[in-house]
């Protein structure tokens, strides 16, 4: 089983970290509030999409101007 180390806060744990807030945040309001809300879990989903098969991620860049280190280089 593979277990990703846990020292550090590095920038690719960050971007899943708040991308579950969303998710989570999202479908709470969509379940109480407003089922509009539902859209920011659906544009969560797609951006972690293009994530995974291009790179490009607009939290990592936001994250990175800030000084957040990446594990990957």
């Given at each position: 089983?593979?277990?990703?180390?846990?020292q550090?806060?590095?920038?690719?744990?960050?971007?899943?970290?708040?991308?579950?807030?969303?998710?989570?945040v999202?479908?709470?309001?969509?379940?109480?509030?407003?089922?509009?809300?539902?859209?920011?879990?659906?544009?969560?989903?797609?951006?972690?999409?293009?994530?995974?098969?291009?790179?490009?991620?607009?939290?990592?860049?936001?994250?990175?101007?800030?000084?957040?280190?990446?594990?990957?280089?």
């Amino acid at each position: 089983m593979y277990k990703a180390p846990t020292q550090n806060w590095y920038l690719e744990r960050i971007i899943f970290l708040i991308a579950g807030m969303f998710v989570l945040v999202s479908l709470f309001l969509g379940l109480f509030w407003s089922p509009f809300w539902f859209i920011l879990t659906f544009l969560v989903g797609i951006n972690l999409v293009i994530f995974a098969l291009t790179g490009f991620c607009i939290m990592a860049n936001i994250l990175y101007k800030l000084g957040v280190k990446s594990r990957l280089k």
